[in-house]
């Protein structure tokens, strides 16, 4: 039974909310360990579901322990000891796992229990399984999405995103996916997949959208703050992590009731200055470890935009410089074009169209939007109104959001009244 | 786990035995799968040209001219394999000089 605290909140409240921050710190890890011990990704997340819920019913009345992580991840394994007992299947793998029959009553010092989370991800993450599949994965078991609320984030049903996850983790058992760090040989290319799939996450929620959807960027952020902590020696991590964080400062002034707003004519005085100097900081500890890479090199490209205390005293040399660097690690014509943008800005708008020329003459961003949108805006500042307003215009037809077609609306007009 | 590697391509390199035991990515790939002992079984295929594909439909036996899957590219050799798991298949996928110009899928054993 509860008993209701007459002087302070009610009881479960607090218990409730003891529970609720257990839940988004320790779920991943709580999972990581039960696959880690068992091989099954089902039983585990079971077995983590019983436990949340067993802490709902127990820590009312007896306290919320002191360590909430090592009694979740206790009753956890407890409740997969007893499950793996009760079918014959079970108890011959039960007989294989030794450390199962280690005093499961005994609650385990935090130190006798590794953080798998860094294994969990990088299976999650790995290349034999789809795109979506990945991610779908990862809020999952990572953290602890449900599946409806992933359906929701993502625009999918419910019944088919709960297929992708179990479609996925049958790949996982039946092609042999291993559970581990990869080794230093396979390292780099890995890792790289596991930042494009935080990365991607991070995407998803920053644009325009649902609730749901738009708290992603704060699911992003979260997990890569845990690979941070996991990979201390990595500087991509924390150069993924930095950008988030730079890109989340500005989040709150990129549209305006429904219409892009571009850095330019952002509000710089809503920016949040506190994710923004973390985000420095963050850039500041990967950059000295000297091994330099794709997100350390936007990070920084962002971090002269989001430090600059007005749009005309941006380094827009630095950043070109920044570009071609970019360039040349992770080739693509998107870096190409936002480099034009940079040269135009630091060299002159002539030396920009150039290349933002040679790129449309190449056909290499073909239907994409942006390649109009800036040319039209390069020849906007030459006062070439007629050729932008076409520019404008072919950029309309290829906008995939309201917000960018209002934006894009809103300059052709401005060229109509001058 | 037990992987079957199936080697395909184009055919339009189609080296001879004789010309793959002398390629140098060949002989590389071969050493380093006799390194891992993970090698179980392993066959060439003659070209596609070659090949019957048997279906059977309502208890009716199709035999058709051609491969299973009319695709640009054709299974040319298969092997089966031995390994601790699938990052250890794809390594040694990897190494396969087929994999250079077509490719090489892996299936999990269905035992």
Redesign the interface.
Known sequence: MTRPDPVTEPADDRVRAAVDAAYREEWGQVVATLIGMTGDWDLAEDCAQDAFTAALATWPRDGVPRRPGAWLTTTARNRATDRLRRDAAGAAKLGQLAVLAREPEEPPVPEEIPDERLRLIFACCHPALSFPARVALTLRTLAGLTTAEIGRAFLAAEPAMAQRLVRAKRKIAEAGIPYRVPPAELLPQRLAAVLAVLYLIFNEGYDEGPEERRALTAEAIRLTRVLVRLMPDEPEPRGLLALMLLHEGRRATRTDDGVLVTLERQDRSRWDQGLITEGVATLDQALAMRRTGPYQLQAAIAACHATAPEAASTDWPQIATLYAELAKLAPSPVVDLNRAVAVAMAHGIPAGLALVDELDASGRLAGYHLLPATRADLLRRLGRDADAAAAYRTALELAPTDAERRYLEARLAEIARR | ?K?VLLICDDETASPTNEELEVDPVHRAWAADLERRGAKRGGLRLRPVVDATTVRVRDGETLVSDGPFAETKDFVGGVLILE?????E??AIAAGHPYAQWGGVE?R?VWE
């Open positions: 786990m992987y390994c601790e798991d699938l990052d298949a794809i892996i999990p």
